[in-house]
Nanobody, 121 residues
Framework: EVQLVESGGGSVQSGGSLKLSCAAS???????MGWFRQAPGSKQQEVAD???????IYAESVKGRFTISQDNAKDTLYLQMNDLKPEDTAMYYC????????????????WGQGTQVTVSS
């Protein structure tokens, strides 16, 4: 089991930047990690995920603006968010799914408590 704690959220103006961090209690190389967000009244959206080889997939709405990265030495996942827009306003969560060898098992099973990002126009 791994515990995840997000930080780095806040309030910024449109066009600003924030960097979210997700500290894991365990070895991040044992997990495949991702970032999700959920705005009030909206469905949860997968923002980005990163594979064990460092390759990343992004939601179309954040491509070119957000960058996911992972520092295994620090057991920490990051989300650099640039050129923020009001529609990026949401609670952001990091999540982990179990990795076995070169495979990430289906389904995120561990979640952080979230960090709020608010972007004003």
């Amino acid at each position: 089991e791994v515990q995840l704690v997000e930080s780095g959220g806040g309030s910024v103006q449109s066009g600003g930047s924030l960097k979210l961090s997700c500290a894991a209690s365990g070895d991040t190389t044992s997990y495949c990690m991702g970032w999700f967000r959920q705005a009030p009244g909206s469905k949860q959206q997968e923002v980005a995920d990163i594979d064990f080889d460092g390759s990343a997939i992004y939601a179309e709405s954040v491509k070119g603006r957000f960058t996911i990265s992972q520092d295994n030495a620090k057991d920490t996942l990051y989300l650099q968010m640039n050129d923020l827009k009001p529609e990026d306003t949401a609670m952001y969560y990091c999540a982990a799914k179990v990795r076995i060898g070169d495979r990430c098992l289906d389904g995120y099973v561990y979640w952080g408590q979230g960090t709020q990002v608010t972007v004003s126009s």
